[in-house]
């Protein structure tokens, strides 16, 4: 009997794994089924990098084993789900490039937690997916190896610093995937590519493996193709990690039941300074019907009010270039990856070596991080920084004290044409604006799709909650996105 074909567009989790474990497909052939579609369909997107074919075979024939034998009961949440991984997380004897030159041909010895739990939960890992270099960019422009094209415009951007997989995901290459979210390079890319993408509370999922971009902002999350699917993921990889002191040790929820709950009751809040000047129309309107749909179901709806929002953009590109400077100095030709060989003494070995490996927009953060650091400077930008990051953390707090979770977009725009913004860093710094607060702020947020425009283009709509409440964002997500009629 030949084995069943599914609809890799539309897959779930839910349906992955039950197909697998009722034996209407195999593990192997759904990861075949996967690297077929990969073969046909990436050529005209490039979100892998690599494919990691000989891990996905070995696991794929375990979960097959245990089905064959009967013995399901040891198989995790995700048996047989095929997974994607942003190539800023590392994977033993697969290459580890975080989308850059420098670290071209480095191949690292072990597994970050996230994809170590990730396999233990039944996960196929299909390879890795391409990114902005260093995680650093809002449109996967930035990748040593090529841009990232959206699967449902391809003329346009799918967002960044996880372009790779949230595109992945979109185009139906894999069934989920993990990405990394500094300032919004989660949300945004699951906005501009139609899925759902998840930051979770800072400390909620380990960054062991993880390579630096900024330490205190830094997150590892998944995107899904559901608000259920994301739950199952999220409860997979969040928890305590010995090899990650930042790692919570707050016990992790039911996510996915959770997630099911009404949400009738739930004070919801709309802040004003989220839907000012500059927001494009189109996203105002599915922002205001996704409200909309949660007053119908039960929901209050309140205006807050998040005063230090203006200041956001400039202290999150202060912060995180900041700490990228720090982080980045260990990429310097000697201990792995890329060793530039026009160089005869140590110092030029440095040099040069960095100077090929990165390119122009980390080399423009370095400089800038350098620079805001220095002597003379220090308390000017970081220190001053650091103080506005804490005023906007109170604003958050303030207003999770008046409601339960808060309501509004992920970007100013609908996806943007390739090319149309890399002559002007800052106008495309200035699309974080609705992302980089709860970076800064250390909260949990998610991106839920909610229309198109009138040209096509995927709207998502963002939904934010109080630290380590991502059960109420996971019952309001799914609330708006089963009233959705796409």
């Not at 997989?165 to 906005?191: E, H, K, M, N």
């Not at 990650?244 to 004003?272: N, R």
């Not at 005063?307 to 260990?330: F, G, M, Q, W």
């Not at 005869?344 to 440095?350: E, H, K, R, S």
């Amino acid at each position: 009997m030949p084995p069943a074909t599914l609809n890799l567009e539309t897959l779930t989790i839910a349906e992955a794994r039950s197909a697998v474990l009722s034996g209407s497909v195999t593990a192997s052939a759904l990861a075949a089924q996967h690297y077929d579609r990969i073969a046909a369909v990436d050529p005209q997107i490039n979100s892998f990098l690599a494919l990691t074919r000989d891990r996905a075979i070995l696991q794929a024939a375990k979960v097959d084993q245990a089905v064959k034998s009967g013995d399901t009961s040891t198989l995790g949440p995700l048996a047989g789900v095929p997974i994607g991984i942003k190539d800023v997380l590392v994977m033993q004897s697969a290459p580890s490039t975080a989308g850059s030159l420098i670290l071209k041909g480095y191949h690292p010895p072990y597994d970050a937690t996230a994809v170590a739990k990730l396999e233990a939960a039944g996960a196929i890992l299909l390879g890795k997916l391409n990114c902005d270099e260093f995680a650093m960019g809002s449109s996967n422009e930035n990748s040593a190896y090529g841009p990232v094209h959206n699967p449902r415009a391809l003329d346009r951007v799918p967002g960044g610093s996880s372009g790779g997989s949230a595109a992945s995901v979109a185009a139906g290459l894999c069934v989920a995937s993990l990405g990394t979210d500094t300032g919004g390079s989660i949300r945004q890319p699951a906005a501009f590519c139609g899925v759902v993408g998840v930051l979770p509370t800072y400390g909620r999922v380990s960054r062991y493996g993880l390579i630096a971009f900024a330490s205190s902002l830094d997150r590892v999350g998944p995107f899904t193709r559901s608000v259920a699917d994301a739950a199952t993921m999220l409860e997979v990889l969040a928890g305590p990690d010995t090899l990650d002191a930042t790692a919570s040790t707050q016990p992790v929820a039911s996510y996915a039941t959770d997630a099911a709950k009404p949400v009738a009751g739930l004070k919801i809040g709309v802040p004003e300074e989220y839907f000012g000047e500059g927001l494009n129309p189109e996203i105002r309107a599915a922002i205001e019907k996704s409200l909309d749909a949660l007053k119908a179901q039960g929901c209050s709806i309140h205006k807050v009010s998040l005063p230090h929002t203006k200041y956001a953009v400039p202290t999150y590109y202060v912060i995180c270039t900041a700490e990228a400077s720090s982080n980045l100095s260990r990429m310097d030709g000697v201990r792995f990856g890329l060793r530039s060989e026009h160089s005869n003494t140590l110092a030029n070995m440095y040099r040069e070596s960095r100077d090929e490996g990165f390119g122009p927009e980390v080399k423009r953060r370095i400089l800038l991080g350098t620079y805001v650091l220095s002597a003379g400077y220090y308390d000017a930008y970081y220190r001053k920084a650091q103080q506005v990051r804490t005023l906007l953390t109170r604003d958050f707090l303030t207003a999770f004290a008046e409601v339960d979770a808060i309501v509004c977009p992920v970007t100013p725009t609908p996806p943007w044409k390739l090319g149309e913004k890399t002559d002007d860093p800052i106008q495309m710094y200035l699309e974080d604006i609705y992302s980089v607060a709860a970076s800064l702020a250390g909260i949990c947020g998610i991106s839920v799709p909610c229309g198109t425009t009138a040209d096509g283009l995927p709207i998502g709509v963002q939904i934010l909650a109080k630290h380590f409440d991502e059960s109420t964002m996971f019952r309001v997500g799914s609330a708006i996105e089963s009233a959705q009629q796409f």
